[in-house]
């Protein structure tokens, strides 16, 4: 049977230890969430994308529209000076020019129904890849509600947690509780057992005062048996 104090820290140990591995899985949350939100960003990035190529070619084919009428205008102020002129001469070169612009319309109609079938492609390619995007952007926001319900659960267990290791303290003496904090400082678990005369914490071997200490009763008027080498508070395991 163990000796009262040592039950009292072994209770408060199994608590403490519950209660620091529930404040790591609680700062590991916010890790969690920036990792999804970076792949959200990164799907909405992907999205706006995609709509860049499609928006760039709309801008293009409006362009092209203002090109062609302004080519437009150019001709038929051509073909209206072409009918005021009295001169051979002047009347060829105009209708040279004429002949210049309906070429350039005709060279910027077929640029314009090629960026318009491009247009037609880029908005089916952006619409499968914004469904595949979004699909996944729904896929992670559920992952976010899942981690902010995780870190509420959390926080909640840590709360009650931090009040059974308050509970847990209470019986213990002073003394007893200035040396429990000061080895939990340094080393989990703060109590170990002892094996073939070594230490279950550092697996070093202790002195034979200690190991004698360790198979005592734990006198209030003593001091708790703790390993040479890591300061643990150690017990003989045949004790239990």
């Known amino acids: 049977m163990l000796p009262p104090v040592l039950e009292k820290l072994l209770i408060l140990q199994g608590r403490d230890r519950r209660r620091l591995d529930l404040e790591a899985q609680l700062r590991g949350v916010p890790a969690d969430v920036a990792i999804v939100d970076r792949k959200i960003a990164a799907e909405r990035a992907a999205i706006e994308g995609a709509k860049a190529e499609w928006q760039q070619l709309e801008s293009r084919k409006k362009l092209l529209e203002t090109e062609i009428g302004s080519v437009q205008q150019k001709c038929a102020r051509y073909k209206t000076q072409q009918l005021e002129v009295r001169k051979n001469d002047e009347y060829r070169a105009l209708g040279h020019e004429i ?67 308050a509970d847990a303290r209470k019986p213990l003496d002073e003394p007893v509780v200035r040396v429990y904090d000061r080895i939990a400082a340094r ?54």
């Open 99 to 165: 002949e210049l612009a309906e070429a350039e319309i005709s060279r910027l109609e077929e640029e314009e129904l090629g960026v318009m079938y491009a247009i037609e492609g880029a908005k089916q390619k952006f619409a499968a890849a914004e469904a595949e995007l979004k699909a996944n952007i729904s896929t992670h926001e559920s992952r976010l509600r899942t981690l902010r319900d995780r870190e509420a659960v959390l926080s909640a267990e840590l709360q009650a947690a931090r009040t059974e290791v």
């Open 187 to 240: 080393h989990q678990p703060v109590c170990a057992p002892l094996r073939g005369s070594k230490c279950g914490g550092c697996h070093l071997k202790v002195s034979s005062e200690v190991e004698s200490a360790s198979r005592g009763r734990f006198e209030p008027t003593q001091p708790l048996p703790t390993c040479d080498q890591c300061g643990r508070i150690v017990w003989w395991e045949s004790a239990i």
